[in-house]
């Protein structure tokens, strides 16, 4: 379970996220879409830690990540959009040093290092230092590095860049695998597609709010949309109509 109560970050005096509420239950792979510069990352930061919030509380799995920040994030696992690995580390080095981060190592730790490499087709590679990696196989690696601790929550900015097709079906296998077990996903994205087959709820963040949240009927409920698809639900909510009128503008 995530819940973020009443979540603000402001820089200087602009308001990134303006005081957003959302709970993500557990079991659940929860989307979270918005324009550019909406404020998802900002949230998924501060929901990893990494940023600390001008005001609000989150809770992961039950513990107030502010009060208990060492308990709240062995809970998480967290997969940035633009993530940072050592170059000059193997596969494997790299998965066994996040694992240690985590407290972790020994045979166990070796037979999940060997399982998510396996899983995700990079066994071969194991030994090779990290700046031989393609762009698609590095984001694999953080991927498996954000599951290396057995985390109960995962949360993700956009994971589907750069993953071929197999990978991105692999990922969608994973995580609706993870939830079905009882894990709990929040994951932002761009391809709506995506989002639509595979989460179970989606909340769409503008302006650093929340406009909207629920499943796909409860979206269309309060758009007073008819049977549409996901994207017409998100240009209707967050201005559709001024970006048709614009590409008309274009055609002209
Ligand atoms: P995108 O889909 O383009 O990745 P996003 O929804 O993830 O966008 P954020 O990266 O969270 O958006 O940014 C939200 C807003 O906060 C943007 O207006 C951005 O310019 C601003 N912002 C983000 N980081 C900073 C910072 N360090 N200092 C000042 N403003 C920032």
């Known amino acids: 379970m995530i819940r973020l109560d009443d979540l603000t970050k402001r820089y200087g005096t602009f308001t990134a996220v303006a005081g957003i509420h959302l709970h993500v239950p557990r079991g659940q792979l929860y989307g979270f879409l918005g324009p550019n510069g909406a404020g998802k990352t900002t949230t998924l930061r501060m929901i990893a830690g990494i940023l600390r ?38 596969g494997g080095e790299f998965l066994r040093f996040v694992a240690g981060l985590y407290g972790q190592d020994g045979q166990t730790v070796e037979r999940r290092i060997d399982e998510l490499l396996e899983l995700f087709e990079l066994t071969q590679w194991r030994d090779e230092l990290v700046e031989a990696y ?35 079906r692999l990922l969608k296998d994973i995580f609706r695998g993870f939830v079905a077990r009882g894990g709990t ?34 979206l269309r409920e309060q758009t007073a949309a008819g049977d549409v698809s996901l994207e017409e639900l998100f240009l209707r909510l967050t201005g559709g109509r001024a970006v048709r009128e614009l590409a008309a503008i274009l055609e002209d």
Do not use: N
Request: hydrophobic letters at 45%; one cysteine or more; glycine letters at 8%.
């Open 53 to 90: 919030p001008t005001a609000g509380r989150i809770w992961l799995g039950g513990v107030d990540l502010l009060a208990d920040p060492m308990t709240a994030k062995a809970r998480l696992g967290f997969i940035p959009d633009r993530p940072f690995v050592y170059e000059k580390l193997t």
């Open 134 to 168: 393609s762009h698609g196989m590095r984001q694999k690696l953080i991927i498996s590095s954000a599951l290396v601790h057995r985390p109960e929550l995962i949360v993700v900015d956009e994971p589907m860049v750069g993953l071929d097709p197999r990978g991105a």
């Open 185 to 218: 996903v929040l994951m932002s994205t761009h391809t709506l597609e995506v989002a639509e087959a595979m989460c179970d709820r989606i909340a769409i963040i503008q302006a650093g709010r929340i406009v909207a949240h629920g499943t796909m009927a409860e």
